[in-house]
Every structure is written in C-alpha cells, then in structure tokens.
C-alpha cells in the first residue's frame, strides 16, 4: 500500500499536516477488495472557517506577487507530477477502482492543465474603454476573486480537483478544497502535498477533510469564500447554486448528464460501436460524459446492436490492478446496488437484456438492454454504471427528439458518414458538449467544458476559467475637472 495512505491522511490547514478534531473517522476503503487505505478524523466547523481565513490572509500577497514568480510554481508541480506518476497512478487505482489505463489517462489530462495553468498566470489583461465625458480615462482593471472554495466528486478525483485547483491559484487567488469523503487522497492531500513541495507559500491551499454531517452547510456559508466550484450530482449540485446565490456569491456548477450518441443510417456502424462501447463503459461508466442513451437508425440497428453486443462480451471485468481489466469497481456498495437495480427495473418495464451482468460485491459486470420504453424514468436520468441502454428511431426528426427528451444537457455524439449532416444534427441538440463521428467523453484545457438545463450553470477551461476566477473593476481617472449641475 502507497505510504501516501499513512503520510496523506489528515488536514492541510495553513501550511500545517495536522489530525482534525472532529468526533469520527472518515473511513476510507478500497472499493474492489474493501481493504482499509486509512483513517481520517474529520474537520470541524472551527477547522474549515480556519482554513478560509488562512486563505484569506495568505491571497493578498500571493495576488501582489509577480506573475512570473507564480507561474515557477506550477512549472514544477507539472515536473512532480511526472516524476511521481506511478505512485499517483497506485493511489487513483486503489481508492477510485479504476484500472491504470483510466488513471494514465486521468494524469495525462491533468498534465495538461497544468501545462495551461502556467499560461493562465500571464493572461490577464486590463483595458482602457473610451468615455463620453472630455478627459476621463476608464481602466478596466482584471483582478482574483479572492478565496475560491472548491468541492470535488469521486470519479476523477485528481483531474477535476485540479482544474479548479491549479487555475484558480495561477490567478492569483487562495484555496480550500474539500475532497469527495472516497477519495479523500486522490482528489485532496495529494494535491496539497505536489504543491508544498513545488513551494506553494503556506496557506494558499487547504485541504479539509469532512462530511456534510459534521458542517452542514458552513463550506459554502462562510462569508471569505466569493467563487464556490462544484462537481458533482444535480440534487447537490442545485444545493450548492441555492446556498451560494443566497450569500451573493459566484458558483460554477458542472454536474451530471444523461448524453445521448445517435447512430444515423450513413454512419461506419463498425467505427460507431467502438466509440460507442468506450463512450458507454469507460471507468465503469462513471464519467458524467458517459453515452447513457444509445440512439440507433433503425435501418442499421441489428447490425449495430449485434456488434455493440460481441464487444462489450470482451471487456474484462475484475481487478482494477490486473492489466487487462477493463471494468473495474464501482465507488461503494450503494452505487452497485443502485445499477443492479436499475437493470432490473428496466427489465421489469419491457427491456431485453442482450447482455446481463453479474453483480459481486461492488464488481458490478456489464450489461446491455434494448427497447427500454421511451417513457421509462431510467432514460431520463443519469445511471452512473456499466449498463447501456439502446433504442431505435426512424429518421433525424426522431432521433432529435429522442435526444432532447431529457433535462440534462451535458455532451453527446452523433455518427454519420456526412459531417456537415453530422454539424447540422449536433447543433439542433441541447447541449453543452456534442461530438461529430467521436465519443462523448473529451476534455480539453482551452475549449469550454459545461452544460445546459440540469448539468450545470457556467464553463471552466481557457477563457473561461479566466472568467471563472476573476473579477474585473473599472477605475475612473478624469484629467482635467468635471462640472456638476449642482
């Protein structure tokens, strides 16, 4: 077991490894084998409004430090990345139940934003806008918010913590961080420790880890905090953008989807299965990209839905650890039961399972299931597991409306064998993220990431994330005297 385990589990507080005083350990577990990675006594009220304050009084000077001398910072938080890579990779396997082909590809990501996150210390610029009024000069000044409180989600702990992390840091701002309760390590105090070591100034990033159990809403009531980044389900996500707009403050809110792939009938049905079958059980089909729906022409829907069947047969599930796995676990024992079930209730409401898996533990097998009625609640909200569920549709008008029947709107893919049909198809569809003849998992450091209706409100990355983490403030200079009417 990675000494990260042991070395990692406690409180980053102000520069300071230290125990919370809460009155209960959080628990943190393997979610294949159920061994026991460690013990975490909880934070406290008391601990996280010290987290903010320290926060807050390390910001000030952080945001008066030459952005050059910023960006060294993540130049080597990117080298400890790399040169820790495989302890990273252990850790993320262990705790998040994903197989190393996911964590490689999870720090492959991150590395590129940190790579962006050096960039972004240099991008903010002021500007003079033209005044009406005779020697008035008007500056745009672009400043950090100040402290940004970030809450991170279990399925990719490591990259999503970062993207807000490492960011919000490059631009000048101060960070708390509360990880997801199973993932604790991976998504927080390793975080904290890459930047200690690349030389972090004590009390820009904090660590806190906690439950709602314990403090309530007092993450998001704290008055420091001006940004709250949030990932995570839309029955929390909704919480977060509640509490937080009743405080006045900024949320980003990137949350769950219910994506659709369509198969029109010109498509490379072969091309189409292979991203369909990655799109649909990548991380055991916990990614919030992930194709819920699988959407298929009618005409080429027998040869798609034998073929789609024959691959999903060759996925590996088991040990995360193994090489050749492919499905690993899923996070806990209430996410097994929930997909369990969700295929049994489809099955109930006149589904035919193609392919049904078995259920051990939280090893939970791939299943595949076809003609689920359109009016099943199932098709309307997010499973979060290895289970695919394809429907047919007879022509383009269908299958948009199909794919438009849902209250999310996070990403989506459609295959045609004419990209311009294809860019015509994917503009109709109500979505943040939609993708010509490709998956629909994808994430890049400089392209807007976020969704419509219930996946979330604002977009991180690139241009966005500089408008995310800051905030701009226009002083007036007027040369010369102005003339009041009284």
């Keep these: 077991m990675s000494s990260y385990f ?12 230290r125990p919370g005083t809460g009155s209960w350990d959080i628990i943190d577990f393997n979610p294949y084998d159920g061994e026991k990675l460690a013990a ?8 996280v409004d010290e987290a903010y304050r320290a926060a807050a009084r390390a910001q000030k000077e952080w945001a008066a430090t030459n952005a050059y001398a910023r960006r ?29 082909g996911k964590a490689a590809f999870e720090l492959h990501l991150a590395k590129e934003f940190l790579r962006e996150s050096i960039h972004l210390s240099l991008r903010p610029e002021g500007r003079i806008i033209p005044s009406p009024i005779d020697g008035k000069e008007n500056r745009v000044y672009r400043e950090p918010v100040g402290v940004v409180g970030v809450i991170s989600p279990f399925n990719v702990p490591f990259l999503l913590s970062l993207k807000s992390v490492a960011p919000a840091l490059a631009l000048g701002n101060a960070v708390v961080l509360k990880p997801h309760q199973n993932t604790p390590i991976a998504g927080g105090t390793i975080l904290a420790k890459l930047f200690e070591d690349a030389g972090l100034p004590p009390g820009l990033l904090n ?17 420091i905090p001006r940004v709250i980044s949030f990932t995570g389900s839309d029955k929390v996500g909704r919480h977060v953008a509640t509490v937080s707009a009743s405080h006045f403050k900024r949320s980003i809110i990137e ?7 369509v198969v ?38 027998d040869e798609f839905t034998e073929k789609f069947v024959a691959k999903v047969r060759t996925l590996k599930a088991g040990d995360p650890r193994d090489p050749g796995t492919l499905i690993g676990p899923v996070i806990n024992s209430q996410q ?15 589904a035919t399972a193609l392919l049904h898996g078995t259920t051990t533990g939280n090893l939970v097998e791939p299943s595949v299931l076809a003609g689920l009625p359109l009016d099943s609640a199932l098709l309307q909200q997010e499973v979060f597991g290895p289970v695919a569920f394809i429907n047919t549709f007879d022509g383009e008008d269908e299958a948009l409306r199909i794919a438009n029947d849902t209250p999310y709107g996070l990403s989506g893919a459609v295959h045609t064998g004419d990209i311009e049909r294809g ?23 400089i392209v807007p990431f976020g969704g419509e209706k219930n996946s979330g409100v604002g977009r991180l990355n690139g241009e966005s994330t500089l408008e995310a983490f800051t905030t701009t403030k226009w002083i007036s200079v007027q040369h010369g005297r102005s003339r009041f009417p009284f």
Excluded at 40 to 47: F, L, R
Excluded at 255 to 261: D, T
Excluded at 336 to 350: F, L, N, R, Y
């Design 423 to 445: 860019v015509a198809f994917a503009k109709q569809v109500v979505t943040g993220m939609i993708h010509v003849n490709d998956a629909t998992v994808h994430d890049e450091p």
């Design 6 to 17: 042991t070395d990692l589990a406690q409180q980053y507080i102000d520069g300071k490894w």
């Design 255 to 261: 949350l769950g989807g219910n994506s659709a792939f």
């Design 72 to 100: 060294s910072v993540f130049e080597k938080v990117l080298r400890l990345v790399e040169e820790r890579e495989a302890e990273i990779s252990e850790v993320l396997v262990a705790e998040a139940g994903g197989t190393f």
């Design 40 to 47: 975490i006594t909880i934070a406290t009220v008391d601990e």
């Design 336 to 350: 097994a039961e929930a997909v369990s079930g969700a295929v049994e209730q489809a099955i109930t409401e006149g």
């Design 207 to 223: 660590v806190v880890v906690t439950d709602i159990a314990e403090i309530g809403d007092a993450f998001l009531e704290n008055p």
């Design 264 to 301: 029109l009938d010109d498509a490379d049905v072969d091309y189409a299965v292979d991203a369909a079958v990655f799109s649909r059980y990548v991380h055991q089909g916990q990614v919030c990209m992930a194709a819920n729906r699988i959407l298929v022409d009618r005409s080429v829907a």
